[in-house]
Nanobody, 123 residues
Framework: QVQLVESGGGTVQSGGSLRLSCTVS?????????AGWYRQAPGKQRELVAR???????NYGDFVKGRFTMSRDNAKNMVYLQMNGLKPEDTAVYYC????????????????WGKGTLVTVSS
């Protein structure tokens, strides 16, 4: 079993910045395959913010427009989302998602979600 825990959410003013972190933990983790950040605003569907496949490059939702940067530290099993130029419409719960390769004892790919961290951007 694996766990994803987000941190770094909070309230900022429009134009401000936040850095979200996602800690991946569990037994027999070999590596994180694809990792992603999603968000869900009140009354709206969950949408992709950024996605970063193992060995690839990050891609972003159209609304990001160069404001956010996703990174990963494979050695520490950490995933990050640096958000700059925040706007009120970025207000949402942000979720970490990952496909994680584990050995139990055969190697399997487990998809897991965190519980989310709230980001509120005031105007």
């Amino acid at each position: 079993q694996v766990q994803l825990v987000e941190s770094g959410g909070g309230t900022v003013q429009s134009g401000g910045s936040l850095r979200l972190s996602c800690t991946v933990s569990g037994k027999n983790i070999i590596k994180i395959n694809t990792a992603g950040w999603y968000r869900q605003a009140p009354g709206k569907q969950r949408e992709l913010v950024a996605r970063f496949p193992s060995g690839g490059v990050a891609n972003y939702g159209d609304f990001v427009k160069g404001r956010f940067t996703m990174s990963r530290d494979n050695a520490k099993n950490m995933v990050y989302l640096q958000m700059n130029g925040l706007k009120p419409e970025d207000t949402a719960v942000y979720y970490c998602n990952a496909n994680i390769l584990v050995e139990q004892p055969i190697r399997i790919d487990l998809e897991s979600w965190g519980k989310g961290t709230l980001v509120t951007v005031s105007s």
